[in-house]
C-alpha cells in the first residue's frame, strides 16, 4: 500500500510512466528496481590511497644473521619432501588439491606485480624462486636486520629499501604484496598482532590500489618441530605467530591473507642456526615457485 501517494484515477495503458513518476518521488519503489531503465547501481573499486613510489635504499646490513634467516611454523601434516601447507586453510578442494587464498574469498590473481618483502633470509632462496616462476611478474626488497616493529612504522627508512629485479610495469605500485615477518623481541600474540595491523596500514598507503596483502612466516623445520642436528629455537615458529597473522587476515575482509608456510624437507637443509645450505636455498625456492605457480 502507498504511504502518501496521492488517490489518481487514469488509464494504465495510457499513464504508466506518470504512475512510475509517483512511485518513484513517494520511495515506494527504487530506480534500480525498475528494469529498463538503465539506471548504473556502480561497482565496486580498489581503495585507491595514494602512497609514495618504492624509491631510494638503505643497505641494511648485520652481523645477526641466524634471527634473519628463521624457519617457519608448519603446523599442519607435511611428510618429509611434502607439499606446502597454505596456512590456516585445511579443507581441500572437491578434487582434492590444497585451496588457494582465492578460496578463502580474497582477491584472486593473477597479479601484475607482486612485491616480497622482508628479511635478508629472502635473498638466500629468491634466485631458484625467481627461475621458477614469471620474474617479470615478481620483485623483491630485503632489509638484512628487517624486523617486524621497524617495518610497523611507516616512516621507517625499509620502506624506501630499492626494489630487487623490478617488475617491467607497476614496479612503484604492486597489486599484491607479500610480506615476510620476524621479530627477536616480540614475544605476545598481542605484540605481533598490533604490529602485522599497522604493517597493513602502512602497505596500503604506500601502494595505490593494492589488490592482496599476503603474511608469509619464515622457513620451518620439518612438521614444525625441533631438529636435532641444529638447536635453534628459531627453525620454529610459535603458534601465537600463526595465531597473529590468522586474526588479522580474518579481520581485513578478505585483503590479508595467510600464505604458505614452507617447511625444509629435511633438517639436513639447515647449515647451522636458520642459514640453509645450498640444497636447502634451492629447495626452498622451488617450493614458493610451486606454490605461486598454483595460485598465480
Not at 103 to 117: I, K, L, N, Q, R
Request: hydrophobic share 35%.
Amino acid at each position: 500500500m502507498l504511504e502518501s501517494a496521492p488517490s489518481i484515477s487514469l488509464s494504465y495503458a495510457a499513464n504508466a510512466g506518470l504512475l512510475l513518476l509517483v512511485l518513484l518521488i513517494n520511495g515506494c519503489v527504487s530506480a534500480t528496481s525498475v528494469p529498463g531503465l538503465g539506471v548504473d547501481t556502480g561497482e565496486e573499486r580498489p581503495q585507491t590511497i595514494s602512497g609514495g613510489a618504492n624509491t631510494g635504499g638503505v643497505g641494511a646490513e648485520g652481523t645477526d644473521a641466524s634471527p634473519a634467516v628463521t624457519t617457519g611454523d608448519g603446523g599442519d601434516t607435511q611428510a618429509e619432501g611434502g607439499a606446502v601447507d597454505i596456512g590456516s586453510v585445511t579443507n581441500s578442494n572437491a578434487d582434492g588439491r590444497p585451496p588457494s587464498p582465492a578460496d578463502a574469498g580474497s582477491v584472486a590473481g593473477p597479479f601484475a606485480c607482486s612485491e616480497m618483502m622482508g628479511l635478508w633470509v629472502m635473498s638466500q632462496w629468491w634466485g631458484a624462486f625467481e627461475k621458477g616462476v614469471n620474474n617479470a611478474a615478481w620483485q623483491y626488497i630485503f632489509v638484512h636486520h628487517g624486523y617486524l616493529e621497524t617495518w610497523a612504522d611507516p616512516t621507517s627508512a625499509y620502506w624506501t629499501t630499492k626494489v630487487i629485479s623490478p617488475c617491467p610495469a607497476g614496479a612503484d605500485h604492486p597489486d599484491r604484496v607479500i610480506f615476510l615477518p620476524f621479530s627477536l623481541t616480540l614475544k605476545t600474540l598481542e605484540e605481533w598482532q598490533g604490529n602485522l595491523s599497522k604493517v597493513v596500514d602502512a602497505i596500503k598507503t604506500r601502494f595505490a590500489g593494492v589488490r592482496r596483502i599476503e603474511f608469509i612466516t619464515t622457513i620451518r623445520s620439518p612438521q614444525n618441530q625441533r631438529c636435532p642436528n641444529d638447536n635453534d629455537p628459531n627453525i620454529v615458529v610459535p603458534t601465537y605467530v600463526d595465531d597473529a597473522i590468522k586474526n588479522v587476515a580474518e579481520q581485513s575482509g578478505g585483503l590479508v591473507t595467510v600464505g604458505p608456510k614452507i617447511e625444509v624437507a629435511d633438517c639436513k637443509w639447515w647449515v647451522g642456526g636458520t642459514d640453509l645450505t645450498g640444497e636447502g636455498n634451492t629447495g626452498v625456492g622451488q617450493r614458493y615457485a610451486d606454490y605461486y605457480k598454483a595460485n598465480p
